[in-house]
Nanobody, 114 residues
Framework: QVQLVESGGGLVQAGGSLRLSCAAS????????MGWYRQAPGKQRELVAS???????NYADAVKGRFTISRDNAKNTVYLQMNSLKPEDSAVYYC????????WGQGTQVTVSS
């Protein structure tokens, strides 16, 4: 069974930066499009960024120009660099395949103070 382990979250002031990492325990990582999702209290989980196996990326409008998704297939790891953070970015962040087919990990909490 695939395991996803997210890390790198924390408490940061508005305007600050964080870099999230997600390690996947599967050799099929490299052939899958991957995504970063977030879920704020009382809200549905939403996709914020995705990257296909060729490295092409897509972003939700709310994070475009501030977040950058990348991947290292040799390490089975996907990253999310988050800059110019806003309080509304506060949420638990998860990674998964682009369509969320693997079991979800525990996520990593991001809290942005104003």
């Amino acid at each position: 069974q695939v395991q996803l382990v997210e890390s790198g979250g924390g408490l940061v002031q508005a305007g600050g930066s964080l870099r999230l990492s997600c390690a996947a325990s599967t050799s099929s990582f490299s052939i899958n499009a991957m995504g970063w999702y977030r879920q704020a209290p009382g809200k549905q989980r939403e996709l914020v960024a995705s990257i296909n196996r060729g490295g092409s990326t897509n972003y939700a409008d709310a994070v475009k120009g501030r977040f950058t998704i990348s991947r290292d297939n040799a390490k089975n790891t996907v990253y999310l660099q988050m800059n110019s953070l806003k309080p509304e970015d506060s949420a638990v962040y998860y990674c998964n395949t682009r369509f969320g087919v693997w079991p979800w990990g525990q996520g990593t909490q991001v809290t942005v103070s104003s």
